[in-house]
Every structure is written in structure tokens, then in C-alpha cells.
């Protein structure tokens, strides 16, 4: 039995960044993780000379005084290399209309959107008054949702007097923005958003909370920006992997949990993992657990029959989406110049595809080519109701289908691509563990938003959620802030007060 002050379940991105904060202050660390490779859904593999990013493709929070420039500042690593992605994303919606570039720089991206969509500019305003006001909250360390009152002292310390504007918008949607500035019939418009919102807040504007919203459909604009990594998505984990081998965390790979106790003897957690031959044993006073939530149904089964208001909670959030994701590859001459690393357009089979397409000299593909990702939604429990030669089917079809719409939008011939792999739920349940192989947090809509969303604290004393499905957002941004908000909340149980980077 290994005993430690905490574990941490999965090394992704929340967990690897909870873990390093916790040691770096001096606490005893274990991270467990059931694959042999940290990152989770920011995660890598290799297929012959390529390397392809699993799911994340950019990053938000490298700038100075974003989420991650203040971790890895406070861990004392260097940032991983990486580029602005200037335009963050070029959008086409399929209607005749050039598509629509997302600027970095502000002043091209107010007149991108006076360009694209004229009378557009008091719903932009607004967005960026919010998105300022959130910003400054964000960057005092706010504890949300509240638990108890240490949890409320934290938020009104992080308050601004912004907030007590914006927060009138807290139960509105992003629908409601565009109705009090007279657009809610702008169909262009709603086309756009509801594409950009969907990979965000996994909503649309009908439905994604309006101070989230705002945010995130700002965050792609100077100071701010998105980023794309050199090497991979996976430098990230191992600028983080380095400072956790620094200050002496258990680092374990190849081992799953299977249940989750408490000791009411010994007053800590037990947690049960085992490998492909042994079994293995992890105590601890406080658990940080990553995976997503509803996975507690199946680890912490008897603590939680204790609980049933939370159990049935928990058995009630709204289903995630899964996603089926293109990995290919081709030679950069056969395929049409290109202006941004990150491309969305209208699919009228899936909805929309976002495509990322890596750049030379970035080490994901041999000089002259390029690797090429294309992503779409998905019900993620439909593919698990099929026997195996109709999963097999389904597969090919997406396969098909998928190549043929990018080789209509990039001008691709079919006997081009040099490589072609399709990922679908069930594949990404056996990459990252998570039930039904679900992407993303919960949905971003008023009712599970801020205030209202899941808390990182538990009912049961110690047990921390951590992940995309607390704080609110997903991303890596958004889970590294999950993953400080945790542990400055376990850092104050343990008397160390006023933590903050």
C-alpha cells in the first residue's frame, strides 16, 4: 500500500497541473494514470513519420498573464515554443459568401465583423465589455460554484464592480445578447456563432450562458490569443511532467482505477488500481479526481449510496458529446494554399467540420507534408449500440464521407492522401478512459453555468473534482484553472491561506 497527503486520478492536463502546484508547495503527490502516456485528450500519437495531436489542437492562456504563462511561471519551467495562430480560424458557412477570418489583431477583426456581418457592432461591444469584466474576475482566483463560506470569501475577494453589472446576464444566453442589440433574426450571424460556440460551450446561442459566451468568442483577439504548439499538444504535458520531476511526484502510468473507499478507520481514501499483472493499493486524506464526473457512478459506488442527492446528480447531468476524428496526411503540394492552422466550415452531412492542419517545421510531419485533423460531434452512445460488423460499416461510411468533403474544400485529389485513420467513441474510451469515450465538459448553458455548475468540492470530506467539467469550460486553459481552483481550496483545508499565483 502507497500512502501519500494526495492522489490524483488521470494526467491529463488538470491532473498534471493540480499535481505540480500541490508538490511544488510541498505536498506528497501520486498521480495515477491508466495509459502509458500523460495528456489525456491533449494527448499525442505516432503513426509512421507523423504525429498527430489526439484531440485538443490549440491552446489558449501562453500570453502573458494567461492561466498557463502564470503556472509554468509560478513552477518555474519555461512555456512550451509556440506561435499566435493569426487567423485563429477561418470559417466558412457554405453560403457564396467569403469566409470569415478571426483575426488576432483587434482592429482587423472589428472590421472583419462590420465586413461579414454589418450592424453587427453593439453585439460585439457588448461581448467585449463582458469578456473584459470576466477577465479581470478570472485572474482573482474565484471559487465557484460556493460550497461553503471559505469557498464565498474567495468569491467576493475575486469580485470587480464590473461584476455587479454583468452579473444581471448571469441566468441570460447568448440568443438574449443578440435580442437587446435587435439581432435576433440575423441568420448569418447565428449560422457563425452557433459553429464557434458548439466547440467551445458544446451549445449553441440558444443555449450557451451568456457570460461564457462572450468570453470565449473573445478569446482569439489580443492580449489573448490561441496558440499552436511546436513538436505537439503533448510538449505541454512534458514542460509540466518536468517539474513534477522536480519535486518528487509517484508518477504511475499503466494503472486503472477500479474503486474508490474511504477508510472511516484510518480517516483517508483508498484508492484501488491495477495493472496488466498486479493489483495495487494508494492511500491518501485528499483525493483530486479527474476523470470526468460521472464516472463516480462506477468508482465510489458505496460512499455514494450514502449520497443519494448527489448520486442522483450526478446520474442526471446532461450527456456530453463523443466525436469521430480524421487523422490523415499529404503532401503540402496537394493541397490548396491555405491561410490559417484551423479551418470550420458547413458540412450539410455532419453539421460542420473543424479542421487543424499543421505547419512546417512544427515536427508533426516529415519536411513537404502536412498532417491534416478533421473533427465532427457525435451521439458518442450510438456507436456503442452496434454489434461489430455495423460499427465496422458505420466506420467506413464516416471514413468516406469525411475524405470526400475535405477533398471538395482543399481541392484534394483521392489518390493524394498518404495517410487516413478514422477515431471514433469507442476509440477514444480506450485512449482516455472516460465512459462512452466523451469529449468536452459539460455544456455551457445558464443552468449548469458559474454559480450553478458542479462544484470541485464534494460532499464527502477530501474527495475534489478537477477536469473540463468544473469551473466552468473546457480546453486547457479552462481545466488548468479547474485544477488551481482546486488547489488552492485543498492548500487553505491544510492552513496555507491566500495562495494565489
Known amino acids: 500500500?502507497?500512502?501519500?497527503?494526495?492522489?490524483?486520478?488521470?494526467?491529463?492536463?488538470?491532473?498534471?497541473?493540480?499535481?505540480?502546484?500541490?508538490?511544488?508547495?510541498?505536498?506528497?503527490?501520486?498521480?495515477?494514470?491508466?495509459?502509458?502516456?500523460?495528456?489525456?485528450?491533449?494527448g499525442t500519437f505516432r503513426r509512421k513519420n507523423y504525429i498527430f495531436d489526439v484531440g485538443a489542437t490549440q491552446v489558449a492562456g501562453l500570453e502573458k498573464g494567461g492561466i498557463h504563462s502564470r503556472i509554468f511561471d509560478f513552477l518555474d519551467i519555461p512555456s512550451p515554443e509556440a506561435t499566435i495562430l493569426d487567423p485563429a480560424c477561418v470559417v466558412d458557412l457554405k453560403d457564396g459568401s467569403k469566409p470569415i477570418s478571426i483575426w488576432y489583431e483587434k482592429r482587423k477583426w472589428i472590421a472583419e465583423q462590420e465586413m461579414q456581418f454589418p450592424g453587427s457592432s453593439r453585439f460585439w461591444n457588448l461581448c467585449n465589455s463582458i469578456h473584459q469584466s470576466n477577465w479581470l474576475?478570472?485572474?482573482?482566483?474565484?471559487?465557484?460554484?460556493?460550497?461553503?463560506?471559505?469557498?464565498?470569501?474567495?468569491?467576493?475577494?475575486?469580485?470587480?464592480?464590473?461584476?455587479?453589472?454583468?452579473?444581471?446576464?448571469?441566468?441570460?444566453?447568448?440568443?438574449?445578447?443578440?435580442?437587446?442589440?435587435?439581432?435576433s433574426k440575423n441568420e448569418r450571424l447565428i449560422k457563425f456563432l452557433n459553429l464557434q460556440l458548439k466547440l467551445y460551450s458544446q451549445e449553441d446561442v440558444y443555449k450557451t450562458a451568456a457570460l461564457y459566451g462572450a468570453t470565449v468568442l473573445q478569446m482569439c483577439q489580443q492580449p489573448h490569443g490561441l496558440w499552436h504548439l511546436k513538436k505537439s499538444m503533448q510538449s505541454l504535458s512534458e514542460a509540466l511532467e518536468s517539474s513534477l520531476n522536480?519535486?518528487?511526484?509517484?508518477?504511475?502510468?499503466?494503472?486503472?482505477?477500479?474503486?474508490?473507499?474511504?477508510?472511516?478507520?484510518?480517516?483517508?481514501?483508498?484508492?484501488?488500481?491495477?495493472?496488466k499483472k498486479n493489483s495495487f493499493v494508494y492511500q491518501a486524506k485528499d483525493l483530486i479526481y479527474t476523470a470526468p464526473p460521472q464516472s463516480l457512478l462506477k468508482h465510489l459506488k458505496?460512499?455514494?449510496?450514502?449520497?443519494?442527492?448527489?448520486?442522483?446528480?450526478?446520474?442526471?447531468l446532461p450527456n456530453p458529446s463523443g466525436a469521430v476524428v480524421f487523422y490523415s496526411a499529404l503532401k503540402k503540394?496537394?493541397?490548396?494554399?491555405?491561410?490559417?492552422?484551423?479551418?470550420?466550415?458547413v458540412s450539410h452531412e455532419f453539421g460542420s467540420l473543424f479542421v487543424s492542419i499543421s505547419e512546417e517545421g512544427d515536427?508533426?510531419?516529415?519536411?513537404?507534408?502536412?498532417?491534416?485533423?478533421?473533427?465532427?460531434?457525435?451521439?458518442?452512445?450510438?456507436?456503442?449500440?452496434?454489434?461489430?460488423?455495423?460499427?465496422?460499416?458505420?466506420?467506413?461510411?464516416?471514413?468516406?464521407?469525411?475524405?470526400?468533403?475535405?477533398e471538395i474544400q482543399f481541392d484534394i485529389l483521392p489518390e493524394n492522401w498518404l495517410h487516413r485513420e478514422l477515431a471514433t467513441p469507442l476509440g477514444f474510451e480506450k485512449w482516455t478512459n472516460r465512459p462512452n469515450g466523451i469529449v468536452g465538459g459539460l455544456g455551457q448553458n445558464p443552468d449548469i453555468f458559474g454559480l450553478f455548475g458542479l462544484s470541485s468540492r464534494t460532499p464527502f470530506e477530501g474527495l475534489w473534482l478537477c477536469g473540463d467539467s468544473i469551473y466552468p469550460g473546457e480546453g486547457t486553459a479552462g481545466v488548468s484553472q479547474s485544477a488551481l481552483m482546486v488547489s488552492k481550496q485543498i492548500l487553505a483545508s491544510k492552513g496555507i491561506e491566500n495562495f494565489n499565483l
Open 333 to 345: 503540394e496537394h493541397i490548396k494554399k491555405i491561410f490559417s492552422n484551423h479551418y470550420q466550415f
Open 246 to 275: 522536480k519535486t518528487g511526484v509517484n508518477l504511475v502510468f499503466g494503472q486503472k482505477v477500479n474503486s474508490i473507499n474511504f477508510d472511516n478507520v484510518n480517516m483517508r481514501w483508498e484508492i484501488y488500481a491495477n495493472s
Open 137 to 183: 474576475f478570472a485572474n482573482n482566483n474565484p471559487v465557484l460554484p460556493i460550497s461553503n463560506f471559505w469557498d464565498l470569501t474567495q468569491l467576493l475577494k475575486a469580485l470587480v464592480p464590473s461584476n455587479l453589472v454583468t452579473g444581471i446576464l448571469l441566468k441570460s444566453t447568448i440568443f438574449d445578447l443578440l435580442r437587446i442589440c435587435g439581432l
Open 1 to 42: 500500500m502507497s500512502k501519500s497527503e494526495v492522489v490524483v486520478v488521470g494526467a491529463g492536463i488538470a491532473g498534471l497541473t493540480s499535481a505540480a502546484i500541490l508538490s511544488k508547495q510541498g505536498l506528497s503527490v501520486t498521480l495515477i494514470e491508466s495509459h502509458t502516456q500523460s495528456g489525456g485528450c491533449a
Open 363 to 406: 515536427g508533426r510531419a516529415p519536411k513537404g507534408e502536412v498532417t491534416l485533423i478533421a473533427s465532427i460531434f457525435t451521439n458518442a452512445k450510438e456507436w456503442f449500440d452496434l454489434d461489430n460488423q455495423n460499427y465496422l460499416k458505420r466506420k467506413k461510411d464516416f471514413m468516406k464521407k469525411i475524405s470526400l468533403e475535405l
Open 302 to 316: 458505496g460512499p455514494l449510496n450514502r449520497k443519494i442527492t448527489y448520486k442522483n446528480r450526478l446520474s442526471n
